[in-house]
């Protein structure tokens, strides 16, 4: 009843001096009426939340088929394939010394600096084409 009263004080119902008896559809429809002047911000802030839950999902499900046509990979993927083709390079050079030494003593400068050029130049292709397996690509841009 109070807040009858305070709605009634506010205008949203008839106050009309001497009236004994209410009309509860022409009560209903003022309140009614009422609700709908004080909540019209309510339904703009839900149509901009539900709009930006909209979009959000749409953006969710282009990434997922960009991840399944392999357009995106996940950065997880990159950083073990990273770190293996690091380790493999790192292997490959540090063993270098060691197949060449022995040969190298026996040569002349121009000679030891050749089969220098031509090893470190077989451990890069090595690399590149280890570049090229993990990328699952026979694209040979990707190695350049």
């Known amino acids: 009843m109070r807040r009858f009263q305070m709605l009634k004080k506010a205008g949203v119902f008839d106050a009309t001096p001497g009236r004994a008896r209410r009309n509860l559809d022409e009560d209903r429809v003022a309140y009614i009426r009422h609700l709908r002047r004080n909540s019209s911000g309510t339904a703009s802030v839900y149509s901009d939340e539900r709009t930006r839950l909209i979009k959000a999902q749409a953006d969710r499900a282009e990434l997922e088929l960009q991840l399944r046509s392999e357009e995106l990979v996940e950065l997880s993927d990159v950083i ?4 293996r083709m690091i ?17 190298v003593v026996t040569m002349t400068p121009g000679e030891a600096q050749t089969l220098m050029l031509t090893e470190v130049d077989a451990a890069l292709n090595e690399i590149a084409d280890g570049i090229q397996k993990l990328a699952g690509n026979d694209d040979p841009r990707i190695a350049q």
């Open 80 to 83: 073990d394939a990273n770190g």
């Open 87 to 103: 380790v493999a390079a790192r292997n490959r050079l540090r063993g270098m010394p060691n197949k060449i030494a022995a040969i």
